[in-house]
């Protein structure tokens, strides 16, 4: 099954692609892969999810965030690709969170967007990760997240 497919089977809504909050684009295209902007948890409806994990929100808030996340980058790469179809394998993920220093459980939160990735393209969804703690992020949101995907 298509990742287009897919997409409507798990009626999944993409938000509209994200515009840059500085100097930059969302993606640049090279060699065969795209690498994305660090995308923020931005709701289809524009609503942002902000909040320091191990302060303001737990393990499964921060995983739906990281959900959104990937929901917001599976936007910007259709709008670059013109379809998910075109993603040939999903390479490489950094996953920022927001916490607190003693905070770590990281990888927890980021399973919210590597599962996403995985139950969309499935096997071509399994990516090399980081996952980390960060002290803060812009506009105080709770994860951003950024990937490169080799597309054909």
């Known amino acids: 099954m298509s ?7 798990l009626e999944l809504e993409l938000p509209e692609p ?3 909050a500085g100097n930059y684009i969302g993606a640049v295209a090279f060699d065969g892969l795209l690498h994305t902007a ?3 948890p931005r709701r289809a409806d524009g609503s942002v999810i902000t909040g320091k994990l191990g302060a303001d929100l737990d393990v499964e808030a921060g995983y739906e965030a990281a959900r959104v996340a990937a929901l917001g980058l599976l936007a910007t790469i259709r709008h ?3 379809s998910l179809d075109r993603v040939e394998q999903v390479v490489k993920m950094l996953g920022m969170v927001n916490a607190t220093p003693d905070f770590g459980r990281q990888p927890a939160v980021i399973n919210g967007a590597s599962d996403l990735l995985v139950e ?3 096997e071509r969804g399994r990516h090399a990760r980081s ?3 960060m002290g803060s992020l812009p ?3 709770a994860v951003e997240i950024e990937l490169i995907v080799r597309y054909r």
């Open 3 to 9: 990742a287009e497919q897919r997409l409507v089977e």
């Open 18 to 20: 994200a515009q840059p």
């Open 38 to 40: 660090g995308h923020g």
């Open 80 to 82: 670059e690709l013109g």
């Open 120 to 122: 969309l393209f499935g």
């Open 131 to 133: 996952a980390v703690g």
């Open 139 to 141: 506009f105080g949101i």
